[in-house]
């Protein structure tokens, strides 16, 4: 992409509405127009992350056995009003009617939607277990929408539905996510902590948030600084294997939100292990039994002919909430430095003086070789200043930065810099070349 062509409405000042750091980044670097409170417009560079974030998701909850597809973001009531839901969900759910006077509503969450389509097609035990999942908008009317993209009132959601026969294979499906979730975390260059949470509106007796510590989050959490170092289970990982190693290794410290906070057993570890910080929830997964299939009549038959109602949980990522997470996690005072696999693009070009032969044959030279690898790439050939070019590059972040100027490109040279450690060294254009082939 040729940065004169590319959309991409930078701007100097920091936004005196954004209080905090990612919120700021984000409209600097021109990646969401706020279009109402809690609402925005994605522009490219942040569909492009937005896209990224999606993707990563799709390939843990796919390796994990999930099945994608797509539910609607408009519902009718009655559903709700089936599983009871319609009166308890309250302010934040926006109720919508229809020129013929029919209660809708815009999604907050699909539980009740899923389990529609499921007791229509699904009838016996032999069918199970089952996880579906979509990526979609939802909506909730929150008191208070801020920080951006973290806390907004349109947010993009991934929402997994698991169905099984009996509880013992349903928390077995609830580990298959609690893996999947801390690969995909892991992937974005987050680590994220599950910590036991409060069920909330959703109902159930088993459930995990995943937290991101930063000091702007908006919850309190406590939890044991064992955790931060604890890998991901890998991509390696074989679903269909017991993973109650994986998951009790890593609820057997302590890690709670405040709600669940138990001030004795966090005491009761020694003092340099404890962490007391703020978190980002970035994940909530949820096991809840026959919370909506009791009520909604989704019952399978079993192996002795008895028709009974399926085991059920869900499982949400915040995929919009990420990129404020990330950008929280991934910054320092120049701008945004994006972990490589959710970069917008993989590297910025920068040729110093456009019009001059020798650069411009450079550029072109490796753009071209660049992107036949697969590297996504960021052209500036703009005639802006050296100083405004290289102030760009490192507020948007990308990963690596390739410049072309007069003088090297006579000894066949480019520089190249890591925008995460800041490295800069010189790099023979040729060696360049053969290494992308
Ligand atoms: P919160 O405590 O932040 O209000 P929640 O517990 O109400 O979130 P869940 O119902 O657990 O949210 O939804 C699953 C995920 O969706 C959350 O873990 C979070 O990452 C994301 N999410 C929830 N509300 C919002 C929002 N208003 N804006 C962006 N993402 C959100
Ligand atoms: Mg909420
Ligand atoms: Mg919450
Ligand atoms: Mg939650």
Redesign the pocket.
Same mark, same amino acid.
């Given at each position: 992409m040729r940065l004169s062509k590319f959309f991409l409405p930078v701007s100097k000042e920091a936004p005196a509405d954004a209080a905090i750091v990612s919120h700021q980044l984000m409209l600097r670097t021109g990646m969401i127009r706020q279009n109402g409170a809690?609402i925005y417009s994605w522009l490219p560079l942040g569909y492009r992350v937005l896209k990224r974030i999606e993707q990563i998701v799709r390939e843990e909850m796919n390796r994990a056995g999930a099945i994608e597809m797509l539910m609607p973001t408009l519902q009718q009531a009655d559903l709700w009003r089936e599983s009871g839901r319609y009166d308890d969900y309250g302010k934040e759910m926006l109720r919508i009617k229809d020129r013929h006077e029919r209660d809708m509503l815009y999604g907050p969450?699909n539980e009740e939607l899923i389990t529609d389509v499921f007791r229509t097609y699904v009838k016996s035990y032999k069918q199970l277990p089952l996880n579906l999942y979509h990526q979609q908008w939802k909506f909730?009317d &929150?008191v208070r929408?801020r920080f951006g993209?973290?806390?907004?009132?349109e947010?993009l959601?991934k929402?997994a539905y698991s169905f099984d026969l009996t509880e013992e294979d349903a928390r077995a499906a609830y580990r298959k996510m609690f893996c999947a979730y801390l690969n995909a975390f892991d992937r974005m260059g987050l680590t994220a902590i599950p910590m036991r949470a409060d069920t909330?509106p959703?109902g159930g007796d088993l459930s995990h !948030?995943?937290i991101i510590l930063a000091d702007t989050g &908006?919850?309190a959490v406590f939890c044991d600084k064992a955790l931060l170092d604890l890998p991901a289970p890998g991509l390696d990982l074989d679903f269909e294997s017991d993973l109650t190693p994986f998951v009790t290794e890593r609820t057997g410290y302590y890690a709670a939100t405040e709600e669940m906070h138990d001030e004795a057993a966090f005491n009761a570890l020694p003092e340099d292990r404890r962490v007391s910080a703020r978190g980002i !929830?970035? +994940?909530?997964i949820f096991f809840f039994g026959t919370k909506y299939s009791k009520p909604m009549n989704a019952v399978v038959q079993g192996p002795d002919g008895q028709m009974v109602p399926v085991q059920m949980g869900s499982y949400?990522? +915040?995929v919009?909430?990420l990129l404020g997470a990330i950008i929280e996690a991934c910054h320092d005072e120049n701008g945004i430095v994006w972990p490589e696999s959710v970069a917008p693009f993989d590297v910025g070009l920068i040729n110093m003086r456009p019009g001059n032969e020798a650069c411009d044959a450079a550029c072109n030279t490796l753009y071209a070789a660049l992107t036949a690898a697969g590297r996504e790439v960021l052209y500036d050939e703009t005639d802006d200043r050296a100083g405004a070019k290289f102030a760009r590059m490192d507020l948007i972040g990308l990963p690596w930065q390739t410049t072309v100027g007069p003088r090297g490109v006579t000894e066949g040279k480019v520089e190249v810099k890591n925008r995460k450690t800041g490295e800069k060294h010189d790099v023979k254009i040729e060696d360049m070349l053969a290494q992308l082939k």
């Open positions: 809690g969450t909730r &929150e929408p993209v973290m806390r907004g009132r947010f959601m929402d909330g959703i !948030e995943f &908006e919850s !929830e970035v +994940g909530h949400g990522i +915040g919009s909430r």
